[in-house]
C-alpha cells in the first residue's frame, strides 16, 4: 500500500485535471434548420451555389449540423448551406451571426470563410487561397444583411463557402458552423454575452492551471531538498496536466497565437508543396 502522504499527493494530482471539465461544448445548428454541404467549389458562381434559388436536394445532409472535413489531398473546399425558417412579426434591420468549429473532443482548429445571404456576399473571416490566411482572432462574428435579402416568416439561405486548412482535413475532425439569422439587436446580445461566459471561462482555466503550475513548482522545490520521488512524481504529474490544459485550447486565442502561427507556416508549404 502506499503511504498516506504519498496517496493524498496523488489524489490531489488526479482532482488538478478538473479544470478540463470547465470547457463549454460546441453548440449545434439552430432548431428548425436544415444543413446541407457538398465538396469542391463554385469561386465564379456559375454553379449558383450562392443562389437561394438552387437546388441542392442532391447534397448530403449534415447531421446535427455537422459535416465531415474534405479529403486530405482535395482543394480544401466546401460549401454548406443553411435553410433556416425566420420568425414573423419582426421588422428588422436583419443580420447574420457565424460562429466556426473544427473540432474532435476539444482540439479546434482553425478556418476560413465566407457568408452569402440570399446570394449576396455579406462577410468574410481571413481570406482565401492562394493567399489564405487564418484569422486567429474572429471565430465568431455577425454580418449585417442588406436590405431585401430576407423576408419575415419565410425561409433564408445561408451559403457558406469554407476552406480548411490540411492540418483539418482529417478523418477525426468534424466541422460544425453555428448560424442564425435575426434582427440584428438581438444577435449582437446574444454575441456580447457568450463572449462575456467565454471570458469568464477562459479566465478562470487559466487562473486555475496557473496554481496548479505554481503548486507543482512548490512540489518540485521540495523535493530538491528532501529528494523524495514521491514529491518529484507528483510535480511532474501536475505540471504536465497544466501544460497539457493550456495547450489544447482552454486559453484565450491571444496565448495561443504562437503554436497557430506555426501551424500556419506549415500549411503554407503543404499549400504550396502540392502546386
Request: with cysteine; glycine share 10%.
Amino acid at each position: 500500500m502506499l503511504p498516506r502522504k504519498s496517496g493524498c499527493l496523488i489524489l490531489f494530482t488526479v482532482l488538478s485535471a478538473c479544470p478540463a471539465g470547465l470547457v463549454c461544448s460546441a453548440q449545434q445548428a439552430e432548431p428548425g434548420t436544415l444543413v446541407r454541404y457538398h465538396f469542391g467549389d463554385d469561386p465564379e458562381g456559375r454553379l449558383g451555389w450562392a443562389n437561394p434559388n438552387f437546388d441542392d436536394s442532391a447534397w448530403p445532409v449534415a447531421k446535427d449540423g455537422r459535416w465531415p472535413m474534405p479529403p486530405i489531398d482535395s482543394d480544401g473546399f466546401v460549401w454548406v448551406r443553411f435553410h433556416i425558417p425566420l420568425r414573423s412579426g419582426v421588422s428588422g434591420p436583419f443580420s447574420v451571426r457565424n460562429a466556426r468549429e473544427i473540432y474532435s473532443g476539444a482540439t479546434v482548429s482553425l478556418l476560413v470563410d465566407e457568408v452569402y445571404v440570399g446570394g449576396a456576399l455579406v462577410g468574410r473571416q481571413g481570406s482565401l487561397p492562394p493567399n489564405p490566411m487564418l484569422s486567429l482572432h474572429h471565430q465568431d462574428a455577425v454580418f449585417d444583411i442588406p436590405a431585401g435579402q430576407v423576408t419575415p416568416g419565410t425561409t433564408a439561405v445561408v451559403a457558406i463557402r469554407v476552406w480548411c486548412p490540411p492540418r483539418a482535413r482529417l478523418p477525426i475532425f468534424m466541422g460544425d458552423l453555428r448560424v442564425s439569422v435575426d434582427e440584428r439587436r438581438n444577435l449582437l446580445l446574444a454575441y456580447r454575452a457568450d463572449h462575456a461566459t467565454a471570458l469568464i471561462s477562459d479566465g478562470l482555466n487559466l487562473a486555475l492551471n496557473g496554481l496548479v503550475a505554481l503548486f507543482s513548482g512548490g512540489l518540485l522545490f521540495v523535493w530538491r531538498k528532501t529528494g523524495k520521488r514521491d514529491l518529484l512524481m507528483c510535480g511532474v504529474m501536475l505540471i504536465s496536466l497544466a501544460l497539457f490544459s493550456l495547450l489544447r485550447g482552454q486559453v484565450p486565442i491571444e496565448l495561443s497565437a504562437m503554436p497557430n502561427e506555426l501551424a500556419r507556416a506549415l500549411d503554407h508549404f503543404a499549400i504550396h508543396s502540392s502546386e
